[in-house]
T-cell receptor, first 112, second 119 residues
Framework: KNEVEQSPQNLTAQEGEFITINCSYS?????LHWLQQHPGGGIVSLFM???GKKKHGRLIATINIQEKHSSLHITASHPRDSAVYIC??????????????FGTGTRLQVTL | GAGVSQSPRYKVAKRGQDVALRCDPI?????LFWYQQALGQGPEFLTY????????KSGLPSDRFFAERPEGSVSTLKIQRTQQEDSAVYLC?????????????????FGPGTRLTVT
């Protein structure tokens, strides 16, 4: 079982829809990251959070430490949101505190 | 721009060849990470530098993989005698934070990656 699990693996939505991507993890963490990867490989960090909720524009990230679960929400989705969204964690009790352990990603396609 | 850059962006190597992948981190960033991303998978940690010191190389898959950062800025990931299973995107990331014990974490900035194809 992977230490970081995401669901769904693939998601298709129509423009304007509210989108939720889920991430569960099974290890102790110091922080959880949501990343966006466009075709061609470039990865952009969207959020880094260790508790509560963060919002940036149409993106909202929440984390529940007790339940070891995080969600990424996209409001009023747009075709330019189409990308792979990756959840990653900085694990505690490792030699390199901030090396990331990644989920396999959620491929989102937003259509007109 | 001031982001992380990697070169080459694409590399095709014949099995058995040696390759060298370069990463230019953001100026002043102390921490540098290398990750390997196989097709359809999330990235996986390879190695970590704090300045010029390689503090963690636990993710390097074999002794054919070698990384260095001699002056604490540019880093090179070298793969000797490439095999087909080495085909992947190699990502470099840098961050400003130094790691003191386990107390400090910071956002990582990723480069565009080098797509390596071994034929």
């Amino acid at each position: 079982k992977n230490e970081v699990e995401q669901s769904p693996q693939n998601l298709t939505a129509q423009e304007g829809e509210f989108i939720t991507i889920n991430c569960s993890y099974s290890v102790g963490i110091s922080a959880l990251h949501w990343l966006q990867q466009h075709p061609g490989g470039g990865i952009v960090s969207l959020f880094m959070l260790s508790s509560g909720k963060k919002k940036h524009g149409r993106l909202i990230a929440t984390i529940n430490i007790q339940e070891k679960h995080s969600s990424l929400h996209i409001t009023a989705s747009h075709p330019r949101d189409s990308a792979v969204y990756i959840c990653a964690v900085s694990r505690t009790n490792t030699g390199t505190a901030s090396k990331l352990t990644f989920g396999t990603g959620t491929r989102l396609q937003v259509t007109l | 721009g001031a982001g992380v850059s990697q070169s080459p962006r694409y590399k095709v190597a014949k099995r058995g060849q040696d390759v060298a992948l370069r990463c230019d981190p953001i100026s002043g960033h102390v921490s540098l990470f290398w990750y390997q991303q196989a097709l359809g998978q999330g990235p996986e940690f390879l190695t970590y530098f704090q300045n010029e010191a390689q503090l963690d190389k636990s993710g390097l898959p074999s002794d054919r993989f070698f990384a260095e950062r001699p002056e604490g800025s540019v880093s090179t990931l070298k793969i000797q005698r490439t095999q087909q299973e080495d085909s992947a995107v190699y990502l470099c990331a840098s961050s400003l934070a130094m790691i003191f014990d386990r107390a400090l974490y910071a956002e990582q900035y990723f480069g565009p990656g080098t797509r390596l194809t071994v034929t």
